[in-house]
């Protein structure tokens, strides 16, 4: 890693780079494509690769803060290459991942290139017909979480869909995620079919977001069964399971791997009156709520404007299970004890469960919510699904590029 950021400094000037501290992108000069120095290359780095099927195109990217390597994000590398950048698309977040989760998020300018940002989290989660008339191709790159309501697989299925609608190529620049290596979870029901689980898959889906891509296409799983002009710039020398890095946090709660590792036990706690810690400094690492018991950890949760502007609970002691020391090299599964524990903790059960049955689409089904009630243990939730997560499995490993 530092021979190649000796190489990119020698070629790039320091001033010009994007700043991630700040989110604000800023012009470079031009890059000259260069070797591979690391034993695994994320398919945006492997420029020489994938640039030349962008001369002569009118192209667009679906990109956010994460969109980047080695601080230098994909806008400018394409600008720097001299690619006709028509816009960008934004997914939930934002272009700079500073909108809260499921917050709005608007149409705009940047400001320093002053490309059109069209948003896929606001009015619109499918791409316009307009917004692609000019386009030939639609550059896809963002540092997924590998779970099902992480709503990146979903904003890629509205994208890959209105791609093969309009005859636009989808290039897609693969990257690991840490969840990439297991399967866990009930399978979508499709009754509870949302933005938040659009596909009859698991929680934890063990692929990697050009595999799901791939998916995606195979499964018919477009409108009408269409398939998308799909190519995938695979990662190289990356073997399945054994990513454990972040560049970039993903989303503004989601700070760092611990949180990462955790959100897919720890979400479900979303569809409840239990905090995950939205409005402190360790969200996705603690849960809480002023109704459970025999805790001896508490928080406060406050508004955080661009992080949790109106958290569960906000300015109230929350009693519950702090994670941020705890050891998750080992969680390779879903914990349902979390959720467990909590449930039979509770002094409020009959008000446990949000009234909007949010759990229900968190979990892809309405049987989470009656394991709890009929106080199953994490072994008995696991068992329950085992079937469903086989069968899975199956169609799963017709699109995997990566050996376990």
């Avoid at 569809?271 to 928080?299: C, I, K, M």
Wanted: proline share 4%.
């Amino acid at each position: 890693m530092k021979l190649l950021q000796f190489l990119l400094f020698s070629i790039i000037s320091i001033s010009v780079f994007v700043s991630c501290a700040n989110n604000v992108l800023k012009p470079i000069e031009k890059i000259t494509p260069i070797l591979d120095t690391i034993e695994v290359s994320l398919g945006i780095n492997q420029i020489a690769v994938w640039s030349k099927s962008l001369e002569g195109k009118r192209v667009a990217v679906v990109a956010n803060q994460t969109s980047a390597f080695n601080e230098v994000h994909l806008v400018d590398t394409l600008i720097s290459l001299g690619v006709d950048l028509q816009c960008v698309f934004a997914p939930e977040h934002g272009f700079r991942g500073d909108h809260d989760a499921g917050a709005s998020v608007e149409n705009g300018i940047d400001k320093n290139t002053g490309l059109p940002i069209y948003s896929l989290h606001g009015n619109y989660k499918k791409p316009k017909k307009e917004w692609l008339d000019s386009l030939d191709v639609i550059v896809f790159d963002i540092q997924d979480v590998g779970v099902r309501f992480y709503t990146y697989i979903s904003t890629l299925h509205y994208v890959m869909e209105a791609a093969a609608e309009n005859d636009v190529k989808l290039l897609l620049l693969d990257r690991p995620n840490i969840h990439d290596g297991y399967v866990d979870g009930p399978v979508l029901d499709k009754q509870f079919k949302s933005f938040i689980g659009m596909h009859p898959v698991p929680v934890v889906y063990g692929m990697t977001i050009g595999e799901y891509g791939r998916m995606i296409n195979g499964e018919g799983w477009l409108k009408d069964s269409m398939k998308c002009e799909l190519d995938v710039i695979q990662v190289k020398n990356y073997i399945r399971g054994t990513w454990d890095s972040l560049e970039i946090s993903p989303s503004p709660n989601l700070p760092n791997i611990q949180s990462i590792k955790l959100y897919p036990s720890l979400c479900f706690f979303e569809g409840t009156t239990v905090s995950v810690g939205r409005g402190t400094d360790y969200p996705f690492q603690v849960y809480g709520a002023p109704h459970l018991e025999n805790y001896t950890f508490s928080f406060i949760p406050v508004s955080k404007p661009g992080f949790s502007k109106y958290p569960k609970h906000e300015n109230v002691k929350c009693n519950g299970a702090d994670f941020r020391l705890e050891n998750s090299d080992t969680l390779k599964e879903i914990d349902w004890s979390f959720l467990v524990n909590a449930y039979q903790q509770s002094k409020a059960k009959k008000s446990f469960f949000l009234k909007n049955n949010f759990i229900n689409l968190l979990a892809g089904t309405d049987s989470l919510k009656a394991w709890l009630k009929l106080d199953y243990t994490n072994q008995q939730i696991k068992e329950s699904y085992q079937s469903e997560l086989d069968e899975f499995k199956l169609i799963r490993s017709k699109y995997l590029y990566y050996k376990e």
